[in-house]
């Protein structure tokens, strides 16, 4: 997938979709270090106060030990 010039350097973005899917590329990251609110951005955290089973659609807080896959709906940062 190419890296798309419109959004940070890390996001890389699917020309295929029906709607923009960004994915931050890269290794896992602290739910501090997330970058910048972007609909469609994906990315995994190390440190969820819970765990991605049964909470998918939470906003995600950090300070935790569970590693989950993320994503932002433009608002914040969900897990899921």
């Not at 350097?9 to 890389?12: D, L």
């Not at 990251?29 to 997330?34: D, E, G, Q, Y």
């Not at 991605?52 to 939470?58: E, H, I, K, L």
């Not at 590693?67 to 994503?71: L, M, R």
């Given at each position: 997938m190419p890296v798309d010039p419109t959004n940070p350097?890390?996001?890389?973005t699917d020309p295929?979709?029906?709607i923009p899917v960004y994915v931050v590329s890269g290794s896992v990251?602290?739910?501090?270090?997330?970058p910048s609110l972007a609909a469609g951005a994906r990315s995994f955290v190390s440190d969820s106060t819970v765990a991605?089973?049964?909470?998918?659609?939470?906003a995600v807080v950090g300070l935790g030990t569970f590693?989950?896959?993320?994503?932002c709906?433009?608002?914040a940062w969900r897990i899921g």
């Open positions: 350097p890390n996001y890389i295929n979709a029906a990251v602290t739910v501090a270090t997330l991605g089973t049964g909470n998918f659609g939470a590693t989950v896959p993320v994503w709906d433009g608002s």
